[in-house]
């Protein structure tokens, strides 16, 4: 039985609430613990997998019996604190990449949502041409996206310098330019984890926006820790959601301390 949480079907990020796994054995730890539904962020160094690697994620997730619900697109090099490309003119092949890659691997997964990553701001762009390459960016995405049958969900990031995407406001922004190009598949990734550290009354942000929402992810704070390690009111704006007309699921995107204590709290 599928794990929920006031109504709504949770998933299990395995990046990072199973992050201690190797990610072949990450599917089948999910299904164990009741999750039939997983989020992935993209997970090799590079933009396309081995035909190789791509059969074993396949195969692994088909054997566990779950379903990617939620794959990021290749960010660059994440650990030198890169995050994505769409807005930065001159990485448009970087980017293009990093899309086919994540789209052909999420057609063969049954992948309904993508998260692209929106970018860090340069020096050597304006702030509008950044703007512009990222709506043609994500414009294009949110086209290939439709074609297999998923969306493109823009995520708001907080605590990273230079990321311009830090609020819903300014990622409903980009949202909308994108739509208003031709590509209506494309919405928000709305983090509650990321948006409590906006100057946003969520609450607000949820009755604006909720029905723009592609995907939830949740994580209490501070610390990111599982939902009721800290004090973030995640089940109201869970069901401020509900009523805003969220119907899909909610991705819990947490770092437990200790990773054989990690579903302790769903009991």
Request: proline share 6%; net charge negative; aromatic share 8%.
């Amino acid at each position: 039985m599928a794990v929920k949480s006031d109504g709504m079907g949770l998933a299990l990020n395995t990046s990072s609430v199973l992050a201690h796994l190797p990610l072949l054995q990450q599917p089948a730890a999910a299904a164990a613990a009741g999750f039939d539904e997983i989020e992935l962020w993209w997970p090799y160094p590079g933009s396309e997998p081995s035909t190789q690697e791509a059969d074993e994620l396949v195969a692994a997730v088909e054997e566990a019996g779950v379903r990617v619900g939620l794959l990021n697109f290749h960010g660059g090099d994440l650990a030198s604190g890169e995050r994505g490309f769409a807005c930065q003119p001159g990485r448009e092949r970087e980017f293009s990449a990093a899309m086919e890659g994540a789209l052909r691997l999420g057609k063969r997964l049954g992948v309904g949502a993508f998260n692209p990553m929106y970018g860090l701001a340069v020096a050597e762009a304006s702030p509008d041409e950044q703007e512009r390459a990222a709506v043609a960016n994500l414009a294009l995405a949110a086209k290939k996206a439709a074609e297999i049958g998923a969306q493109i969900a823009l995520e708001p990031l907080s605590g990273i310098p230079d990321y311009p995407l830090t609020t819903a406001a300014a990622t409903m922004r980009i949202v909308e330019r994108v739509r208003e190009a031709g590509s209506p598949a494309i919405g928000m990734l709305a983090d509650f984890y990321h948006l409590s550290h906006s100057d946003e009354d969520l609450l607000d942000v949820i009755r604006r926006y909720g029905q723009d929402f592609v995907r939830i992810q949740i994580a209490d704070a501070p610390g990111r820790g599982h939902p009721g390690s800290g004090g973030l009111p995640l089940c109201s704006w869970l069901a401020a959601s509900r009523e805003a007309g969220y119907e899909g699921t909610v991705g819990l995107e947490y770092f437990p301390d200790d990773p054989a204590l990690a579903f302790e709290w769903l009991a």
